[in-house]
């Protein structure tokens, strides 16, 4: 037998299973270096693949899960980008509390804004990354667009009227 065969069917030997299901496990695992190529001299030692498996056993961590800070630095300048848009928000709902309601709730929009342009633009944003990159810019990008348009719509005095929503609201109600 050459060389080449041997090698193919060693893992079915070694881990006594059957043909399909070495092949089967072998598609999602990646492959170990046998003791005969290290040996040899033969082929290099097969390294891991850094690709995320078929099938997960874990929860796996945020595209931009890492700190935003070096690791010696203390826990609150690690994890700034979420801390802004949480001061943020927080000084809107204080607003919003105190009878500000519009400058309040167009805060809370701005903050979720800026969280969306903190995604976009920094490569690590500590526990602002939720879901991949581009989901969180969808999200928080949405949202903070809703809500700063429904505070400038917002009725007494609102500061933006659309008029065919003020149309729209009649025929619905009226029929």
């Given at each position: 037998?050459?060389?080449?065969?041997?090698?193919?069917?060693?893992?079915?030997?070694?881990?006594?299973?059957?043909?399909?299901?070495?092949?089967?496990?072998?598609?999602?695992?990646?492959?170990?270096?046998?003791?005969?190529?290290?040996?040899?001299?033969?082929?290099?030692?097969?390294?891991?693949s850094?690709?995320?498996?078929?099938?997960?056993?874990?929860?796996?961590?945020?595209?931009?899960?890492?700190?935003a800070?070096?690791?010696?630095?203390?826990?609150?300048?690690?994890?700034?980008?979420?801390?802004?848009?949480?001061?943020?928000?927080?000084?809107?709902?204080?607003?919003?509390?105190?009878?500000?309601?519009?400058?309040?709730?167009?805060?809370?929009?701005?903050?979720?804004?800026i969280?969306?342009?903190?995604?976009?633009?920094?490569?690590?944003?500590?526990?602002?990354?939720?879901?991949?990159?581009?989901?969180?810019?969808?999200?928080?990008?949405?949202?903070?667009?809703?809500?700063?348009?429904?505070?400038?719509m917002?009725?007494?005095d609102?500061?933006?009227?659309?008029?065919?929503?003020?149309?729209?609201?009649?025929?619905?109600?009226?029929?």
């Amino acid at each position: 037998m050459p060389a080449g065969e041997s090698a193919a069917q060693e893992p079915e030997v070694a881990t006594g299973k059957p043909e399909s299901a070495a092949h089967e496990s072998a598609a999602h695992e990646p492959a170990e270096p046998t003791a005969r190529s290290a040996v040899s001299g033969g082929e290099p030692p097969v390294k891991k693949s850094r690709r995320f498996p078929l099938f997960t056993k874990d929860t796996a961590r945020p595209e931009g899960g890492g700190r935003a800070a070096p690791g010696d630095a203390p826990a609150p300048a690690r994890q700034w980008p979420v801390l802004t848009v949480l001061g943020v928000t927080a000084i809107g709902l204080i607003l919003t509390a105190f009878d500000v309601w519009r400058a309040g709730t167009l805060l809370i929009g701005v903050a979720l804004l800026i969280g969306a342009v903190l995604r976009r633009m920094l490569p690590s944003v500590g526990m602002l990354a939720v879901r991949s990159r581009f989901t969180d810019m969808v999200t928080y990008g949405m949202l903070g667009f809703a809500i700063v348009m429904l505070a400038l719509m917002a009725q007494p005095d609102p500061v933006l009227e659309i008029p065919f929503l003020d149309e729209t609201l009649h025929f619905t109600i009226s029929s």
